[in-house]
């Protein structure tokens, strides 16, 4: 609809003089019935009196009623512009945080399916280590029971060479009774030569039995030998399993303290997935967090947008105000030139995200006065 743009002033100008060609005409109409009355002049200079009073307080009130109004015309109209300066810095902004939020909100939810594998990742490594753990506890006993089957093993090779020792003294006995067999064997056969013809057969058994008792004593020799080389060979055997004994005691120590430091890995690998569930949990309720905060900065983009588009409203009804009291300044210049338009990065953003972002237009423009600024309070002008 097409708006007038006369000037209040103007029109009210228009209708005083109207007022005044009315009382001319009431004038002229006395004047007509009786000119030569005392009455008809007397209604004549009232009137004209009259005319000019009302003519020049009306010209006065209208003066300063149209000051008035260009001054209030001319504050609403630069508070409408700060207005709308403002309101487009908050909504870029606004524009400006929901961007980065989304950004934020994303990067978050990467670091959450990082932490989702890691935590997965950490939770494998200590089964792995558990089994580990398992596998050198059983490792453990293993060497454990090798290390008694060694000391028995060197317990009976003790014996045997405790067995060995009395063997070989037996055997010296042995040579000491072929020697003494041997030296009796020598007398008999000394004797049957006195004896002469009558010790014949006497000195043939002397001479088998002193055969017999260098055999004897030949084989007690080779016996001793060969026992004596197994009794060494015992002793090394023996001190050979010392040697394996202390190695296999330093195995079994060393696996314990494997099978402990397996356990503190254990035990650490348990509090490190405990400790990255709870960081996956809290990047979680970040991210939610931040998807929150991102619906916050979306809605006020949204306010923002729409204060923007309330304060151009705004300046359009001053300028119309403007208009109807006095006209243009001449260094006004036109409310409407400053249109801030909305961010495209964060407009593609917020459509990308409609899963995310609830619908606030609703509450926005309920919350938002769309009425004109009512001017009733006009008595602090006179």
Known sequence: MHQSKIPFSTKLSVCIAADLLIIVWTAWLALSVGPGSSSSSWLVWLLAIGGCGIAGVSFYIIH????????????????????????????????????GTSEQAATLE???????????????????????????????????????NLE???????????????????????????????ILALNAA???????????????VADEVRNLAQRSAQAAKDTATLIEESIAKSNEGSRK????????????GSTMQVKTLVDEIDAGSQEQSRGIEQIATAVGEMEKMTQQGAAGAEQSA?????????????????????????????????????????????????????????????????????????????DDLF
């Not at 045997?160 to 041997?182: W, Y």
Request: aromatic share 2%; with cysteine; net charge neutral.
């Open 110 to 148: 990467e670091t959450s399916s990082s932490a989702t594998e890691i935590t997965s990742i950490t939770r494998k490594n200590t089964e792995n280590t558990r089994a580990v753990a398992g596998l050198m506890g059983e490792a453990t006993q293993a060497v454990t029971h090798a290390n008694r």
């Open 302 to 378: 949204s306010a923002s947008e729409e204060l923007a588009s309330q304060a151009r409203s705004f300046c359009s009804l001053v300028d119309n105000l403007r208009d109807l009291v006095g006209g243009h300044d001449s260094h006004a210049g036109s409310p409407m030139a400053w249109k801030p338009a909305p961010s495209a990065t964060v407009t593609a953003a917020r459509d990308s995200r409609p899963d995310r972002i609830p619908a606030y237009s609703g509450a926005i423009h309920s919350g938002i006065n769309r009425e004109a600024l009512p001017l009733d309070r006009d």
């Open 190 to 204: 000394v004797e049957a030569a006195r004896a002469g013809e009558a010790g014949m057969g006497f000195a043939v």
């Open 152 to 182: 028995e093993m060197v317990r009976s090779m003790q014996d045997i060479t405790g067995s060995s020792e009395k063997i070989s003294k037996i055997i010296r006995v042995i040579d000491e009774i072929a020697f003494q067999t041997n």
């Open 64 to 99: 300063t009623v149209a000051r008035s109004f260009r001054q209030i015309a001319a504050g609403l109209l630069d508070g409408s512009k700060q207005m709308a300066a403002a309101s487009g810095q908050v909504a870029s902004g606004s524009h400006s945080l929901a961007q």
């Open 241 to 252: 399993l010392d040697q394996v004994a202390k190695s296999i005691n330093q195995i079994t």
